[in-house]
């Protein structure tokens, strides 16, 4: 079984369609698994809500599908975020705000397992979660203390998280000097999945990239094989933003895309 694994598609229909479909001709996927912040920054927050709810993609919440809707307030936010967030809103339909409020914080998941949260941690290859495990919905998991702190509540052997929208693989062991490595992923990477440790990985971000790579990123699991594998993806960066200006969204949020910061 194969499965492709977004994170941060940011209302970026042209990045998530670019990505899905190099998944169907690089690996004929078997499901889609979404780490939350499916909406706002980009212009097509319904549209990318569509989309992956008609994969049947299991997903969870991020802080910009919280805000979106309401449900948590902007005042975290930078001015720019503040205002896509308000913008966004507006564009929600009843049906996508519902959508997007009942996504939980965190899901578990593994190939041919029923990916409910219901079914809890047990017995499930993979936890999926927008943050970390000690603030899912905020924390950004890039230091070697958020790492442990993600790990000592990983309840199961493998991990993925988003947020930070850059691809990185995280190992614990007792012979790195802080507990655990991370380690950026570039194109192309594929990681063999341990027996003997646990592993968290970020398949970086599909619409909005920020390790200076424009191109959107996803990741591949392998059942068969255990191997996770990064692509990055080229699209139309300019049809994005020439949609993004028409809307009237920050300038300083169409020009990132161009620089993937
Ligand atoms: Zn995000």
């Not at 998280?161 to 950026?184: A, K, N, R, S």
Request: hydrophobic share 40%.
């Amino acid at each position: 079984m194969r499965i492709a694994i977004l994170a941060d598609v940011h209302a970026n229909l042209a990045a998530l369609e670019a990505v899905l479909r190099h998944a169907e001709a690089q690996a004929a996927t078997d499901a889609l698994w979404c780490l939350g912040d499916t909406v706002d920054y980009g212009p097509q927050p319904s549209e990318c809500i569509a989309r992956l709810r008609g994969l049947g993609t299991v997903a969870v919440a991020g802080n910009h599908d919280r805000a979106a809707t309401g449900a948590i307030g902007t005042e975290e936010f930078n001015p720019d975020a503040a205002t896509a967030a308000v913008w966004t809103r507006a564009r929600l339909s009843q049906d996508d705000a519902a959508y997007l409020n009942a996504l939980p914080e965190v899901a578990y998941a593994g190939a041919g397992r029923d990916a409910s949260p219901e079914a809890g941690a047990s017995g499930a290859e993979f936890t999926l979660v927008h943050g970390t495990l000690r603030d899912p919905i905020w924390e950004y998991l890039h230091s070697h203390e958020a790492a442990l702190a993600h790990l000592e509540r990983q309840q199961t052997p493998f991990s993925f998280v988003g947020h930070t929208h850059i691809p990185v693989l995280v190992l614990p062991g007792d012979e790195f000097p802080h507990g655990c490595e991370l380690y950026h992923l570039e194109d192309g990477a594929r990681r063999q999945l341990p027996g003997d440790r646990k592993l968290v990985i970020n398949p970086g971000g599909v619409g909005q990239p920020r390790d200076g790579d424009p191109r959107a990123a996803y990741a591949v699991y392998d059942s068969e094989q255990k191997t996770i594998t990064v692509h990055r993806v080229e699209y139309d960066i300019p049809a994005t933003q020439r949609l993004m200006e028409d809307a009237g969204l920050p300038r300083w949020l169409i020009e990132r895309l161009a620089i993937g910061r």
